[in-house]
């Protein structure tokens, strides 16, 4: 199996554990090509029934989460860094929810000198218990990017 294929399978397997409305949304990213080949991937999960067993689920999911949050800097446009990105959120909820899963280090480099930083840490305890799904923080990211555009562009 290729190292292609392979992560063709993990995503697939990460898809089939989702709710059918965000499978569908991230399935609408694809191509043609590549949504066909993961749409054959879940028709075999589903045979399987690896969806539907908790331990697959619960392993999928968490290390969906962990690689999803590690790695979620890249979803930024080349020329956004995370700080101007949470410099830019239109109020301290939205700048609090964009560092949720980053480590303390991270929230702290990311928040020196920001005018908001007492407002968005407060925000920041308030959903410091909360999963946030890798979709939602995307939109998010969007929405912000595309709103500074509008006021600033």
Do not use: Y
Request: with cysteine; net charge negative.
């Amino acid at each position: 199996m290729s190292m292609e294929s392979s992560r063709l399978r993990q995503l697939a397997i990460r898809l089939a554990c989702i709710h059918a409305d965000d499978r569908a949304w991230v399935l609408e990213q694809f191509s043609d090509e590549q949504r066909e080949t993961l749409d054959g991937l879940l028709d075999e999960i589903n045979e399987l029934g690896l969806a539907k067993n908790p331990s697959v689920v619960t392993a999928i999911l968490d290390s969906a989460l962990h690689s999803s949050l590690a790695g979620s800097v890249s979803i930024l446009p080349d020329d956004v860094s995370l700080h101007d990105l949470v410099a830019k959120a239109p109020h301290p909820f939205w700048a609090a929810l964009l560092l949720q899963g980053r480590s303390v280090e991270q929230r702290n480099k990311v928040l020196t000198g920001l005018p908001e930083i007492e407002r968005i840490h407060q925000w920041d305890q308030r959903l410091a218990d909360i999963e946030v799904p890798p979709a939602m923080m995307m939109a998010v990211t969007e929405n912000i990017l595309r709103v500074h555009e509008v006021n600033h562009g």
